[in-house]
């Protein structure tokens, strides 16, 4: 297994993963991406998520912006009671139906949680991100809004799109490359096809203490109750 420390525009976008030295490049840099995507993905629904949690559904688009109050003065007709959850959204994005105070705490906590696991402190916590566990804080995400709006939200609610929409934020076309040691790996290379010179720290081996080589490239044999241990790799 190998760890990869996966920045994107300086460290705020950074993240480790962990693979194997059998993928191809080609196939990594799709993974790196559709983990960057869902960490994007994350932080958007986090910052929309808050202003649902206290402001309610998004008003449509026609409708944004505007003063419900001061258009229905200027109409001279009566707006219906409100209900006891009401907040009335500043800018005027959003409704002003927040959910109940329970809901709206299940909610909040789906995404605080969901921000810590896209956050960059990952890295300091030396923590590799799957795909599997940023999909599933999008799942509680999602449960957590159908408690609060059992009736769904409209189509047009920025947290229903990030629910149900994958945010491409890059493409994996040819222009992404993965650089090792300020040197550039060929896409449909495999991974331990890297360049010469450069070492690695392998996580764990698979001989089971027997001495027996782990790896086929590896010119010595693994050491009994060692975790970790440095190796060339071929050219």
């Known amino acids: 297994m190998v760890l990869i420390h996966c920045k994107y525009k300086g460290e705020e976008h950074s993240f480790l993963y962990e693979t194997t030295v059998e993928i191809n490049v080609k196939d990594l840099i799709k993974e790196l991406v559709e983990v960057h995507n869902l960490r994007l993905r994350l932080q958007r629904l986090k910052s929309e998520g808050d202003d649902l949690a ?12 505007l003063d419900e109050d001061i258009q229905a003065e200027a109409d001279g007709i ?15 994005k959003r409704t002003g139906d927040a959910p109940v105070t329970p809901a709206q705490a299940t909610l909040r906590k789906a995404l605080d949680d969901a921000a810590a696991a896209a956050s960059k402190k990952q890295v300091e916590a030396k923590h590799p991100l799957t795909k599997k566990e940023l999909m599933e804080h999008i799942d509680l995400i999602r449960g957590a809004v159908m408690i609060a709006y059992p009736m769904g939200l409209p189509e047009y609610d920025p947290v229903r799109i990030g629910e149900f929409i ?6 994996g076309n040819q222009t992404d490359v993965v650089f090792f040691h300020s040197q550039t790996s060929k896409r449909m290379r495999r991974l331990q096809r890297r360049p010469s010179g450069s070492t690695s720290w ?3 081996h698979s001989c089971g203490g ?14 009994w109750g060692k975790t970790k241990r440095r190796r060339s790799w071929p050219s």
Do not use: M, V, W
């Open 202 to 204: 392998t996580k764990t």
């Open 166 to 171: 994958f945010i491409r934020a890059l493409t």
């Open 78 to 92: 009566e707006l219906p009671p409100r209900g006891p959850t009401y907040c009335k959204d500043p800018i005027g």
């Open 210 to 223: 027997r001495g027996n080589r782990c790896y086929r490239e590896t010119s010595s044999a693994c050491t």
């Open 54 to 65: 206290s402001h309610g559904p998004c008003k449509p688009p026609d409708k944004q912006g």
